[in-house]
């Protein structure tokens, strides 16, 4: 089956420590995405990634870093550098262009720094 | 800039009622739109889109929004509701970097 994978479901830090949410898609994607989701507010966007080895900021990317060395990969780093980490975390994919950037999204990591 | 707005928070409809979600939006051009359903806890799972042609679009789980560029809408609509519909519905706007809105969390009475 096609999709999407996130690991861990659930994941517990303590402060000022990094954490790396993982994300895996063999859906033949070029591109893919990171959002976080706070109560009662919409998705956030933190980086996207059209291609390999190339990624952009989106609106929150302070405090997070990401790596794209492989197209099924898009790991995202919790830095200490991030005031207000626990939140709920969704990593999505699409292909560019001809399907209006359609994204299809992983089940979702909840971060919880203790 | 790309803006979406749901008006509605909470919405509680009671099971065979109709259903309508309001999203308006804010685009430069011609809007790629999308509606999103997430059960709590999962990710968001991709109800309907619409790019071109016809304006009313018909999705899956018997769903279908309606496009309409003089008000800057694309409502969501199912006919009759069952309980398995109750969970957050989000709208979303653009393409590469989609906005989503706040959600519209819907509670289905038996």
């Known amino acids: 089956d096609g999709g999407i994978t996130q690991s861990p479901k659930y994941l517990f830090r303590k402060e000022g420590q990094n954490v790396t949410l993982s994300c895996e898609q063999n859906l033949n994607h070029d591109a893919m995405y990171w959002y976080r989701q706070d109560p009662g507010q919409g998705l956030r966007l933190i980086y996207y990634s059209q291609i390999v080895n190339d990624f952009q900021k989106g609106d929150i990317a302070e405090g997070y870093s990401v790596s794209r060395e492989k197209k099924e990969s898009f790991p995202l780093t919790v830095t200490s550098a991030q005031k207000n980490p626990t939140a709920f975390y969704l990593c999505a994919s699409s292909i560019v262009g001809g399907d209006g950037d359609t994204q299809y999204f992983g089940p979702g990591t909840r971060l919880t720094v203790l | 800039a790309q803006s979406v707005t749901q008006p509605d928070i909470h919405i509680t409809v009671s099971e065979g009622a109709s259903l309508e979600l309001r999203c308006n939006y804010s685009y430069g051009a011609t809007p790629y739109l999308f509606w999103y359903v997430q059960s709590p806890g999962q990710g968001l799972q991709l109800l309907l889109k619409?790019?071109?042609?016809?304006?009313l679009v018909q999705g899956i789980k018997g769903f279908e929004a309606e496009f309409k560029r003089s008000q800057s809408s694309f409502n969501l609509r199912k006919p009759s509701v069952h309980w398995s519909d109750a969970a957050e519905y989000f709208c979303?706007?653009?393409?590469?970097?989609?906005?989503f809105g706040a959600g519209t969390r819907l509670t289905v009475k038996p």
């Open positions: 619409y790019f071109s042609g016809d304006t």
């Open positions: 979303a706007v653009g393409d590469m970097t989609s906005r």
